[in-house]
Structures are given as structure tokens and as C-alpha cells.
């Protein structure tokens, strides 16, 4: 029942609902199974005392207003009780909904994720532009508030599933979906896209870690810094090679000449847990063989292989594995 | 409940109506019957027949047919997944085999299937020569026919549809689907439906318009009620894949902008039109299933139906409120 992937391992309010509705509705099917099973077995044994019918047809012509009438209560009784069954089930998915209603707050934080083929983009909004934060494939929270998400999509129809901390929500092409999230018990969950999105939409996956909140204010207090320029000659390079070779053109960094919107951002880079959307850890032996050849580790995907020599490869991602 | 249960059976049986015309068919109508319906020998024959023991058998069979390739495929897809990263199919290659999948199975296997359970017997079971237009009947057979040959035939020809059995817009539209697979999709299923919508129409007509004299509704055989349900189930549920297809369609091939939201569409009407079948749908494919269960344990229990009007009642029911929960 646990995982950092896993309904019933709930981490948050809308999780802990879920899981509770998930529950309940396991133990009224198992009810419903055990009174089936044991009607089932009832008339089995009925059947057996029931000895070999002399006439057949008049056996089954018979009239008998008493046993009809007993028969009929029992039809009553049991369509009573299936919707007995129906209305709770629904009123308890009400519920599981208010549940999840009730963490709107005024004055909330709110935070960005878009969808796009086949990773997440997600920015930390803030009312003065310079403070927004890009970053893309991790979602950081913090435990104990309310968080607004504005879901997007740039393109086709992904769905955002952390099921640890909540059920899923499309993100759709022209809609904002708004999801309120409270996380409240800090660790790292992943979230993976939950609707059919295209040729790598088993790999596209986040990770969602869940700080206290001082820790979270810090976390997002560094987030806003751009990066400085690199002090060693070697990584020096790779910021030239970045600037110079396409990489600008799809990815930025905040601080340097990398504006390019169509890839994730990379500023503060290193601090991130993995590459690809979740494919990889983020080492540079990784990074190497990711920036070798992407389409090997994600066909299909967006970025293209660019043709680096192998002094520009190694100061590329010299430079990005310091990107902190 | 009350007609089959408070009389002996001797007593139901002389009180049942006289037919309308008594007068028993001379040879001369038999012969008639033979030239407008008989199916002639020979391979032109084989092809042209009409009956609805055999166009629902052909139903049966080829709906199998399918079911074992939807089948097949499955299990290719289990392999895949038996190991993480596993390189027996390509992802493009995976994507088709489960879009393939769930197309058979839910448009090839489990609607024709009832379908042609509900063509063989509703008219044994009513008592009635045949299905209200037998031509159209075979027309429906060969229209479903010619539609998953199609499908297989782009299958084969690497042409396979490859967003899912649902087809969400718009990773299935022109910009994010180019090539011809989605429009194989758009395409077949319109095709297809057409199939279902006939075969609708047709069980409605049978069962209203020709059960034996003094087969009321309130007598029928509930596998019978659990068709008409079914039936008029796909009259209104059919519609809007078709109608919904036909959209995609134009907004891949005549430049229309019906799911494009950058043009003022919506990808959300797809799934307004896609749900509005597909989640009736799930109890068009059960509605048979019901139906055969009621046959089957009246038969074997020895007993009238017990609760007939409330299994009846039940059933409608559930096809109605198939459309909204």
C-alpha cells in the first residue's frame, strides 16, 4: 500500500479523500460479493432439498401465493438495498469532491503546469513578472497550504495524476483547468501523465517533492536567482558551446544569452533529480548519453541530436552539471 | 407476471388468441416466399443469401474472427510488458497494436457479437418468418464486413490507427496525426456504425411491428426486451461517434476547425460526442449478456421468470440512464 506512485499511500487532502472513498467502496463491493455468494449458496442448498420432482411442468406451473408473496419482499429488499448502495456511493463521491473543493483559499499561491509532448513545464506565478519562476519536470510544494494549479496544455490533451496527493485533471488544449493541492506530509511522489498523449506518453513523469514550508520558501528564493557566470574555463566553454551551437534556440537560461521557449528551462539545472522527464537520473554520464543521442533514449521525442565534438560535449555538460 | 403465473397451463393455453388468418398458406405463397427470398445455389448464391439465421451466424462467426485477432494482439502487448523497456514492439508499433485492440474489440467483436445473437433469434423468438428488411440485414452484414477487412487490410499495409480506440483530438488531429492512420480511423468507424444503426433499426421494426398474434409486449421473452433495449440504445448512442468522426475527418482533409483550438474549437466537443456513445456503449455490449442470462436460467430452473416487470423495467432503465451516469 505504499509508494511514492500510489493512491493508498496518501500524502495530502485530496489524496487521503480519494483513498478514503477507495475504502469504502472496497468494502461495500466485498458485501455485496459475500451477499451474493451466500444467496448463491442458499439456493444451492434449497435445490439439494428439493428431492426428484415427479411432474416437472406441473412442479413449475404451480401456484403458491404465499411463497410468491415472500419472494417479492425479498425482490423489494433487494432493490431497496442496491440503491441504498447507489445514493451512498455517489454521496460519498460528493463528498471525495467537496473534500477536495474545500482547500480554495484567498490569497493562495499559484502554480503553473503546462503539458507539452512529453515533458512539464511548470512556473511559479508571483504578481511582479521578474519574480516568476520557469523550471520544468519537478513540482515543488510545500506541506501544510493551499496551492492553486492552473493546468495547460501546448498541445494535445495530457492529464496531471500525483496520486498520492490527489485524483487526476486533464490539462486541454484552450481550457484552464484549475486544481487545488495541499500536500501535507513532505517527501518525493511522482506524477505521470494519465491520458494518451503520443508516441512517448509512457515517459513522460515528474517529480513532485513536497517540502516544510521554510524549506520550500528557500527552495523557491534560490529558484528566482539566475545563475552566475562559471568560474572554471571548462564549463566556461560549455556556456560558449550552449550559446553558440542550437541549444539556445529550444532551451534558456536565466542569466545567460539562452532564451528559447520550445524546451524546458535549464536554469538551475543540476538541482533537478533527473533528465528526460523523469527517463534518467541526472548524472552527467546520463547527460552525456542523453545529449549523444536523445532519440535513442526517447524516440521520437523533440530535442534533436546535435553534432557536438567531443571537447564541446564534455565542457556542455561540465557547464550544465554545475548549473546549481 | 400476473398472465404467466396465475394460470395452469392448460388454462394459458386455451385462452390464447386465435391468429388473424387462419387460412393455412397454399403452396403458391410458398413459392413466392422462395423466389423474393430464396438465395439461389452456387457461390452467387452463397452471397446473396438473406436469412436471418444465416446473416446473424455470419455475424457470429466473423465478430469471433475478430475477437481472436483483438485477442492476438493483446497478447503481443502483454509480451511487451512483460519487462520493463522491453524491445518487442517499437513505441509506434505499441500504440497501433493497442488502438487495433481496442477498435476490434469494441467495434468489430463486442457490438456485432449481440448483434448477431439478437438477428439469429429475435425472430424464432417472436415468431416471425425473418427480420423486417432482410436485404438491408445482409446489407448490414456486408457493410461491417468490408469495414474490418478495411481496417486489418490498413493494419497489414502499416496504415493502423495509433491514438487509441477513443482518438482524443488533438493529438489525433491533422497537426499532431499527420499521415493517413487517423483518417483510416475517421473513416472505418463511420463505416462500420452504419452496420449497428441498420441492425438497429431492423430489431426495432421486427419487434414492434411483428411478433406472433397475441404476443403482447408485457409477454415477450425478456432476451427479447433486453433487444429492443439494446437497439434503441444504438439509435441514439451510434449518432454521435458517426456525426463526431465525420468532424474529424473534415478538420483533417477540408481545413475545418471543429477541435482546433487555436481556430475556435473545441477538442472537449470530441469528447461530448465520443462519450455520448461510448459510454452507452459498455451496456449496449451488456444488454445481450442480460438477455441471456434471463433464457438461460428460466430454462434450466424449470420456472417462469420470476419478477418480470421488474427486470423489464430494470432493463429500460438501465438503458437510459447508460447515456448520463
Not at chain 1, 524549506?215 to 560558449?240: F, I, K
Not at chain 2, 486489418?152 to 496504415?159: D, I, P, S, V
Amino acid at each position: 500500500m505504499t509508494g511514492w506512485q500510489s493512491a493508498l499511500d496518501p500524502a495530502g487532502v485530496g489524496g487521503s479523500a480519494v483513498a478514503a472513498l477507495w475504502w469504502a467502496m472496497l468494502a461495500m463491493a466485498t458485501l455485496v460479493l459475500v451477499a451474493v455468494l451466500a444467496a448463491l449458496g442458499w439456493s444451492l442448498a434449497r435445490h439439494l432439498r428439493i428431492t426428484a420432482v415427479a411432474d416437472p411442468i406441473a412442479f413449475a406451473a404451480r401456484t403458491d401465493p404465499a411463497a410468491d408473496q415472500q419472494a417479492t419482499r425479498w425482490v423489494g429488499v433487494a432493490v431497496i438495498a442496491t440503491t441504498a448502495i447507489l445514493l451512498v456511493t455517489f454521496a460519498l463521491s460528493l463528498g471525495t469532491s467537496r473534500a477536495a473543493a474545500r482547500l480554495a483559499v484567498d490569497g493562495a499561491a499559484e502554480i503553473e503546469v503546462t503539458g507539452v509532448q512529453w515533458w512539464w513545464e511548470v512556473r511559479y506565478l508571483d504578481s511582479l513578472p521578474a519574480r516568476i519562476v520557469r523550471t520544468a519536470n519537478e513540482l515543488h510544494l510545500p506541506a501544510g497550504r493551499s496551492i492553486r494549479l492552473r493546468l495547460r496544455s501546448r498541445d494535445v490533451i495530457h492529464s496531471f495524476w500525483a496520486p498520492n496527493l490527489h485524483g487526476k485533471m486533464d490539462l486541454i488544449p484552450g481550457h484552464d483547468n484549475y486544481l487545488w493541492i495541499k500536500a501535507e506530509r513532505p517527501g518525493t511522489y511522482r506524477a505521470q501523465c494519465a491520458e494518451f498523449c503520443g508516441v512517448q506518453h509512457t515517459k513522460m513523469a515528474m517529480a513532485v517533492i513536497v517540502h516544510a514550508p521554510e524549506e520550500y520558501d528557500a527552495w523557491l528564493a534560490a529558484q528566482r536567482e539566475p545563475v552566475r557566470s562559471p568560474a572554471d574555463s571548462v564549463a566556461l566553454a560549455g556556456l560558449r558551446t550552449f550559446e553558440a551551437q542550437p541549444c539556445a534556440t529550444c532551451h534558456s537560461i536565466r542569466g545567460t544569452m539562452a532564451y528559447g521557449q520550445a524546451g524546458p528551462d535549464l536554469t538551475h539545472f543540476a538541482r533537478r533529480r533527473t533528465i528526460a522527464a523523469g527517463e534518467r537520473p541526472n548524472t552527467p554520464a546520463e547527460l552525456t548519453a542523453w545529449l549523444l543521442n536523445p532519440q535513442g533514449i526517447k524516440p521520437g521525442n523533440h530535442m534533436p541530436k546535435v553534432p557536438l565534438a567531443a571537447d564541446e560535449l564534455n565542457a556542455l555538460v561540465a557547464y550544465l552539471s554545475g548549473l546549481r | 407476471m400476473a398472465i404467466t403465473r396465475d394460470l395452469p397451463t392448460s388454462e394459458r393455453l386455451r385462452t390464447a388468441p386465435e391468429p388473424h388468418d387462419p387460412k393455412p398458406p397454399s403452396y403458391d405463397d410458398h413459392d413466392e416466399l422462395d423466389r423474393t427470398w430464396g438465395s439461389g445455389p452456387g457461390v452467387r448464391g452463397w452471397f446473396s443469401a438473406v436469412n436471418h439465421r444465416v446473416i446473424g451466424l455470419r455475424f457470429i462467426v466473423t465478430s469471433f474472427v475478430f475477437l481472436l485477432l483483438g485477442g492476438a494482439l493483446a497478447l503481443v502487448m502483454r509480451l511487451q510488458l512483460m519487462s520493463p523497456d522491453a524491445t518487442l514492439l517499437s513505441p509506434e508499433q505499441y500504440n497501433q497494436f493497442f488502438t487495433m485492440h481496442g477498435v476490434t474489440m469494441m467495434f468489430l467483436f463486442a457490438v456485432p457479437m449481440g448483434e448477431g445473437f439478437a438477428i439469429y433469434m429475435t425472430p424464432l423468438l417472436i415468431g416471425t418468418r425473418d427480420m423486417s428488411f432482410p436485404r438491408l440485414n445482409a446489407f448490414g452484414y456486408y457493410v461491417f464486413l468490408i469495414g474490418g477487412l478495411s481496417l486489418y487490410t490498413a493494419f497489414f499495409l502499416g496504415l493502423a490507427p495509433d491514438a487509441g480506440w477513443f482518438n482524443y483530438p488533438t493529438l489525433s488531429g491533422r497537426e499532431y496525426s499527420p499521415g493517413a492512420r487517423i483518417d483510416m480511423y475517421t473513416t472505418i468507424i463511420t463505416f462500420v456504425e452504419l452496420s449497428a444503426l441498420v441492425a438497429a433499426v431492423e430489431l426495432v421494426v421486427t419487434i414492434l411491428k411483428q411478433r406472433a398474434p397475441g404476443m403482447a409486449l408485457h409477454r415477450m421473452p425478456l432476451f427479447v426486451w433486453a433487444i429492443l433495449v439494446m437497439a434503441m440504445m444504438i439509435l441514439f448512442a451510434m449518432p454521435g461517434v458517426i456525426v463526431a468522426s465525420i468532424m474529424l475527418a473534415l478538420d483533417r482533409m477540408a481545413d475545418t476547425l471543429f477541435y482546433v483550438p487555436s481556430g475556435g474549437g473545441d477538442p472537449l466537443l470530441w469528447q461530448h460526442l465520443f462519450w455520448w456513445f461510448g459510454h452507452p456503449e459498455v451496456y449496449i455490449i451488456l444488454m445481450p449478456g442480460l438477455g441471456f442470462i434471463s433464457s438461460i436460467v428460466v430454462a434450466f430452473a424449470r420456472r417462469p421468470i420470476f419478477g418480470y416487470t421488474a427486470l423489464t423495467v430494470s432493463l429500460v432503465a438501465t438503458g437510459i440512464i447508460s447515456f448520463g451516469l
